[in-house]
């Protein structure tokens, strides 16, 4: 069915007599496998807004239209198999997506959730949130909430170029932003160590984590 067909089916029902949903209810949109663009997500909140419907998420398993919501700045969750809602336990226990790249700054309210790795070129805003099964890549600021390794792996890093997050979540073990941030920021990575996470200039991480692989 074209784009048109679809967005008038949407505003018929949504404008119909008998309302199927109360104002208010948040809606999660499930796109699944068809190609949406920003200004199809955007048209579709617009509608939705009218009914006074919020858009709360996008589900989405095309890597296209996953980036296009995050840079419009919608709240996405990219699977390569996607079901239905509430069954989270099942796809953690398949391998992970490739990963998923956002060339974006991820402002507050938005939420990307994704099974693998995340890398975004750009900012990580605070009220932002990423939850990857994977690493997490910020190539700019962290200020937001992150959780690399949601599915349980102990084994994932979280780098950025200005390490400066709300929260720092790795597995099961959760982090703060210290209150004195330091004088100069320079690249970071996140970690687990023996006694829970901790963070290490990329640079002499990266030196160390070479130094055990060849003495191992």
């Known amino acids: 069915m074209h784009w048109q067909d679809l967005r008038q089916q949407l505003k018929q029902r949504l404008s119909g007599g008998e309302r199927f949903l109360q104002p208010h209810t948040p809606v999660h949109l499930i796109a699944r496998d068809r190609l949406l663009d920003s200004q199809q997500v955007q048209e579709i909140d617009a509608l939705l807004s009218e009914a006074q419907l919020p858009l709360k998420r ?6 296209q ?53 995340v890398i975004v ?7 932002s949130s990423v939850v990857a099964e994977g690493d997490i890549f910020v190539w700019g600021r962290l200020r937001g909430v992150v959780h690399a390794g949601a599915g349980g792996n102990s084994q994932c890093r979280i780098m950025a170029l200005h390490m400066q997050p709300t929260q720092l979540r ?3 073990q959760v982090a703060r932003s210290p209150e004195d941030p330091p004088a100069q920021y320079q690249p970071e990575v996140a970690y687990i160590g023996p006694d829970g996470i901790r963070i290490a200039i990329a640079s002499e991480f990266a030196s160390a984590d070479l130094t055990t692989q060849e003495t191992t």
């Open 58 to 63: 996008i589900y989405t398993s095309r890597r």
């Open 65 to 117: 239209s996953a980036v296009a919501a995050a840079t419009a700045g919608y709240s996405v969750e990219q699977q390569t198999t996607l079901g239905h809602l509430g069954q989270g336990q099942e796809a953690s226990q398949q391998a992970m997506d490739e990963p998923l790249y956002l060339q974006t700054t991820l402002r507050s309210g938005v939420e990307v959730r994704h099974r693998g790795t």
């Open 121 to 127: 070129l750009g900012d990580a805003n605070p009220g």
């Open 170 to 172: 790795i597995a099961d």
